[in-house]
């Protein structure tokens, strides 16, 4: 028990490590951008029609403390959003991110992982099926099913998706809530009608990991098949599903597991562009209107950063689940 | 190659086994690579792609950009060369001429016509627009890195009618031809993949050798640096990046800025196998030999290591590729990439996003054919190429 602790102490200190690393690359990523805060804001309000001058800029930059040395700016932000979830106020919105992010970050949470769910409930049984079956036909054409998940890009079939509708049926289902639930605040009713919208991005975001996971489970599952341990089992005389499920399953879980943090990366990196499509209030809906519009590079570190911190928390969990899951892992942890 | 053919009587089957045991590693992947049919297709149609980007000019009858648009002919249909109709047969297949029209019964909206009385014959080897194949002309921020080379112009096509050229795959919104579009950005989309792959290769090759062949705690903290920027979702990443991009840029500083974005962040992946590798290969004899012998860490990592595992980077090349040449696209798509002037296949499918087209004007979504079959083809080719390289693939386990 006590080793076990250990365990998931050292992994939370890995993944606050890694967290540190990221918000370096990112800090230093928006750092390298040509312009800073100050003068994007400035700019902005000489837009306005208000003539400005490099004092206001100087002015300005020393507001924001912008004229300090790189590793205290990035100490400071980095310590606020670690101890105070703070990300401070967006460069040209002047809005605190917090509260414009908060529910779009948590809507776009919930249907990247409900994408992640459902891509595993299809792909489990079907890539055990695909990686046990004699069927020839069968096998080929859940193959090509899953190549073409990685050909056919998202983006693209929610625009087919989205296409067909519009044209047979006069709705582009695009949004997430009808216009009589948009500003309203959270009830059962509201809940129902994102359920009823919220489907389809969970679909187009679930195909292509789907075929990522039907590929993953099958290769694993071919591993395992063939080891004397099936064969023992078989000739026990356990056979059929409760022979698979019971065996060469179990043992093809564990990397499977392993690999949900990289799934839910992809799913992230589909995001934004089926978004767009969609014309979804989500983070990445808004981190492309935040990015091309107006260069806000407070913003676009702030929510990067999220995504890439429920990334690790994903990375953390499984790691642990492993360990209460898996002997092997256990056994090496003590050992 | 009979290889792994069942066997046959006595003396054949000695030879076979014979030339099995004698053959090097590079025929042995060569032969297996043969019996995959799926990835020998692929193969066959990823060259024929290949070899349209590269002579993308010849092959087309119009040039790609704003020069080479057609106004007579602005969002019209494919015009499918014929051998035959009502007014007779030819041998030499035509296209008929043209005309566009608007009025109060069309809503306004021009309107094309096929005059079928007159033909446009088609002329293989035609005069058309001039190009280059070597034309080098990079406007690349400091005036140092200015280039402008133009050799080997030519002005022969491949195909054309007596009247200058026809639209096989129709034409878009400005009459520029898809067809010589679509060829034009499967040269771009090689470009953009063929330059992230080579710069995210020199990083995973330089950062994966050092911590393999180091190990230790040089090992853990490039490690732990591959690991963070693994996490980090690449898109919104470069969406991020991309964004920045000033207005002003020219079209190819903005392809490089694309490219290296995509290298800059590709590598982690590639970078993780070579470590594993060399970690693995760098406690074997033959290294050990080669210390002894006083040869230096750069010499064995470059004489002895990578040897070993050529074809295990080759393969993960091919393998990334297809991902590259698939982020620039929806880069490009949503307006964050390669923008319109330039022919990628991100910039072509942006034209589709619209009911519009779908309702009249469907050849648009020809590109987007070719960019799924290009990106199938990579990965078939990337997986035949994997499953041969892998000496236990055919030991049954």
Same mark, same amino acid.
């Given at each position: 028990?006590?080793?076990?602790?250990?365990?998931?102490?050292?992994?939370?200190?890995?993944?606050?490590?890694?967290?540190? +690393?990221?918000?370096?690359?990112?800090?230093?990523?928006?750092?390298?951008?040509?312009?800073?805060?100050?003068?994007?804001?400035?700019?902005?309000?000489?837009?306005?029609?208000?003539? $400005?001058?490099?004092?206001?800029?100087?002015?300005?930059?020393?507001?924001?403390?912008?004229?300090?040395?790189?590793?205290?700016?990035?100490?400071?932000?980095?310590?606020?959003?670690?101890?105070?979830?703070?990300? /401070?106020?967006?460069?040209?919105?002047?809005?605190?991110?917090?509260?414009?992010?908060?529910?779009?970050?948590?809507?776009?949470?919930?249907?990247?992982?409900?994408?992640?769910?459902?891509?595993?409930?299809?792909? $489990?049984?079907?890539?055990?099926?695909?990686?046990?079956?004699?069927?020839?036909?069968?096998?080929?054409?859940?193959?090509?099913?899953?190549?073409?998940?990685?050909?056919?890009?998202?983006?693209?079939?929610?625009?087919?998706?989205?296409?067909?509708?519009?044209?047979?049926?006069?709705?582009?289902?695009?949004?997430?809530?009808?216009?009589?639930?948009?500003?309203?605040?959270?009830?059962?009713?509201?809940?129902?009608?994102?359920? +009823?919208?919220?489907?389809?991005?969970?679909?187009?975001?679930?195909? +292509?990991?789907?075929?990522?996971?039907?590929?993953?489970?099958?290769?694993?599952?071919?591993?395992?098949?063939?080891?004397?341990?099936?064969?023992?089992?078989?000739?026990?005389?356990?056979? /059929?599903?409760?022979?698979?499920?019971?065996?060469? !399953?179990?043992?093809?879980?564990?990397?499977?597991?392993?690999?949900?943090?990289?799934?839910?990366?992809?799913?992230?990196?589909?995001?934004?562009?089926?978004?767009? $499509?969609?014309?979804?209030?989500? !983070?990445? !809906?808004?981190?492309?209107?935040?990015?091309?519009?107006?260069?806000?590079?407070?913003?676009? /570190?702030?929510?990067?950063?999220?995504?890439?911190?429920?990334?690790?928390?994903?990375?953390?969990?499984?790691?642990?689940?492993?360990?209460?899951?898996?002997?092997?892992?256990?056994?090496?942890?003590?050992? | 190659?009979?290889?792994?053919?069942?066997?046959?009587?006595?003396?054949?089957?000695?030879?076979?086994?014979?030339?099995? *045991?004698?053959?090097?590693?590079?025929?042995?992947?060569?032969?297996?690579?043969?019996?995959? &049919?799926?990835?020998?297709?692929?193969?066959?149609?990823?060259?024929?792609?290949?070899?349209?980007? %590269? *002579?993308?000019?010849?092959?087309?009858?119009?040039?790609?950009?704003?020069?080479?648009?057609?106004?007579?002919?602005?969002?019209?249909?494919?015009?499918?060369?014929?051998?035959?109709?009502?007014?007779?047969?030819?041998? &030499?297949?035509?296209?008929?001429?043209?005309?566009?029209?608007?009025?109060?019964?069309?809503?306004?909206?021009?309107?094309?016509?096929?005059?079928?009385?007159?033909?446009?014959?088609?002329?293989?080897?035609?005069?058309?627009?001039?190009?280059? *194949?070597?034309? =080098?002309?990079?406007?690349?921020?400091?005036?140092?890195?200015?280039?402008?080379?133009?050799?080997?112009?030519?002005?022969?096509?491949?195909?054309?009618?007596?009247?200058?050229?026809?639209? =096989?795959?129709?034409?878009?919104?400005?009459?520029?031809?898809?067809?010589? &579009?679509?060829?034009?950005? @499967?040269?771009?989309?090689?470009?953009?993949?063929?330059?992230?792959?080579?710069?995210?290769?020199?990083?995973?090759?330089?950062?994966?050798?050092?911590?393999?062949?180091?190990?230790?705690?040089?090992?853990?903290?490039?490690?732990?640096?591959?690991?963070?920027?693994?996490?980090?979702?690449?898109?919104?990443?470069?969406?991020? %990046?991309?964004?920045?991009?000033?207005?002003?840029?020219?079209?190819?500083? #903005?392809?490089?800025? @694309?490219?290296?974005? =995509?290298?800059?962040?590709?590598?982690?992946?590639?970078?993780?196998?070579? #470590?594993?590798?060399?970690?693995?290969?760098?406690?074997?004899?033959?290294?050990?030999?080669?210390?002894?012998?006083?040869?230096?860490?750069?010499?064995?990592?470059?004489?002895?290591?990578?040897?070993? *595992?050529?074809?295990? @980077?080759?393969?993960? =090349?091919?393998?990334?590729?297809?991902?590259?040449?698939?982020?620039?696209?929806?880069?490009?798509?949503?307006?964050?990439?390669?923008?319109?002037?330039?022919?990628?296949?991100?910039?072509?499918?942006?034209?589709?996003?619209?009911?519009?087209?779908?309702?009249?004007?469907?050849?648009?979504?020809?590109?987007?054919?070719?960019?799924?079959?290009?990106?199938?083809?990579?990965?078939?080719?990337?997986?035949?190429? &994997?499953?041969?390289?892998?000496?236990?693939?055919?030991?049954?386990?």
């Amino acid at each position: 028990m006590l080793k076990f602790l250990q365990f998931t102490m050292v992994r939370a200190f890995m993944s606050m490590f890694t967290l540190l +690393s990221v918000s370096l690359i990112v800090f230093s990523l928006m750092e390298l951008v040509p312009g800073n805060c100050a003068e994007r804001y400035i700019a902005f309000k000489n837009t306005q029609g208000q003539l $400005i001058t490099i004092e206001d800029i100087q002015a300005e930059e020393r507001r924001l403390g912008l004229d300090k040395p790189f590793v205290i700016r990035w100490g400071t932000w980095v310590g606020k959003v670690f101890f105070k979830g703070e990300f /401070g106020d967006s460069c040209i919105l002047r809005l605190n991110i917090n509260q414009l992010l908060s529910d779009k970050f948590w809507i776009s949470l919930g249907i990247a992982l409900s994408a992640l769910i459902v891509s595993y409930i299809i792909a $489990i049984p079907v890539g055990i099926y695909s990686a046990s079956t004699k069927n020839k036909f069968a096998n080929n054409a859940l193959r090509f099913i899953s190549y073409l998940g990685l050909a056919l890009p998202n983006f693209l079939l929610a625009l087919i998706i989205m296409l067909t509708s519009t044209v047979l049926f006069g709705d582009s289902l695009t949004g997430l809530f009808s216009k009589e639930f948009r500003d309203a605040s959270w009830s059962f009713a509201k809940f129902m009608d994102f359920m +009823s919208r919220a489907w389809l991005p969970i679909f187009i975001l679930g195909w +292509s990991a789907t075929a990522f996971a039907m590929q993953t489970v099958r290769a694993l599952m071919l591993d395992e098949i063939g080891k004397l341990y099936v064969t023992a089992a078989s000739a026990r005389g356990i056979s /059929g599903r409760s022979l698979l499920w019971r065996y060469p !399953a179990r043992h093809s879980l564990g990397p499977v597991i392993n690999s949900l943090g990289f799934d839910l990366n992809r799913i992230f990196n589909d995001l934004p562009v089926v978004a767009l $499509i969609l014309t979804l209030t989500e !983070a990445g !809906a808004l981190l492309i209107e935040a990015l091309a519009r107006s260069n806000d590079q407070q913003l676009a /570190g702030a929510i990067i950063f999220l995504l890439t911190a429920s990334i690790v928390l994903v990375n953390f969990v499984t790691d642990i689940l492993l360990a209460l899951m898996d002997p092997r892992v256990r056994q090496g942890l003590v050992g | 190659m009979g290889l792994f053919t069942k066997a046959k009587p006595t003396e054949t089957t000695q030879k076979l086994k014979e030339s099995y *045991f004698t053959a090097s590693q590079g025929q042995l992947i060569r032969a297996r690579f043969k019996s995959n &049919r799926t990835a020998m297709v692929a193969g066959w149609a990823l060259t024929i792609m290949i070899l349209t980007g %590269l *002579f993308a000019p010849f092959l087309s009858p119009y040039a790609p950009s704003m020069a080479g648009r057609d106004k007579q002919y602005v969002n019209g249909p494919p015009q499918i060369p014929k051998f035959w109709d009502e007014n007779g047969f030819s041998l &030499r297949p035509f296209v008929y001429a043209t005309k566009r029209h608007r009025s109060m019964k069309t809503n306004f909206r021009w309107m094309i016509e096929e005059v079928r009385e007159k033909r446009y014959y088609v002329q293989f080897f035609v005069e058309g627009w001039q190009y280059s *194949f070597i034309d =080098l002309n990079w406007d690349l921020p400091g005036e140092l890195f200015d280039v402008d080379i133009e050799t080997l112009t030519f002005k022969t096509h491949l195909f054309g009618t007596d009247r200058g050229g026809l639209h =096989l795959f129709g034409t878009d919104n400005s009459g520029k031809d898809i067809y010589s &579009r679509t060829l034009h950005a @499967i040269y771009t989309s090689l470009a953009v993949g063929s330059l992230g792959v080579f710069i995210a290769f020199v990083l995973a090759l330089v950062i994966g050798g050092v911590a393999g062949y180091f190990g230790g705690w040089i090992d853990s903290v490039l490690q732990m640096i591959t690991d963070a920027v693994r996490t980090i979702p690449p898109i919104p990443l470069f969406m991020a %990046l991309a964004a920045f991009m000033p207005d002003e840029w020219s079209a190819e500083t #903005r392809f490089f800025f @694309i490219a290296s974005i =995509l290298g800059l962040i590709g590598w982690p992946t590639l970078a993780r196998r070579i #470590r594993t590798h060399l970690l693995s290969e760098r406690s074997q004899e033959y290294v050990l030999a080669a210390q002894l012998c006083g040869a230096s860490s750069g010499h064995i990592i470059r004489k002895h290591l990578l040897p070993s *595992f050529t074809s295990y @980077i080759i393969v993960d =090349l091919m393998i990334t590729f297809p991902y590259m040449v698939r982020s620039e696209t929806a880069l490009s798509f949503i307006g964050l990439g390669l923008v319109d002037p330039v022919n990628s296949l991100g910039a072509l499918m942006q034209n589709v996003s619209k009911a519009d087209v779908l309702l009249n004007y469907q050849w648009y979504f020809i590109p987007v054919i070719f960019f799924i079959a290009f990106v199938l083809a990579f990965v078939f080719v990337g997986d035949g190429l &994997r499953d041969a390289s892998d000496p236990y693939s055919n030991v049954k386990k």
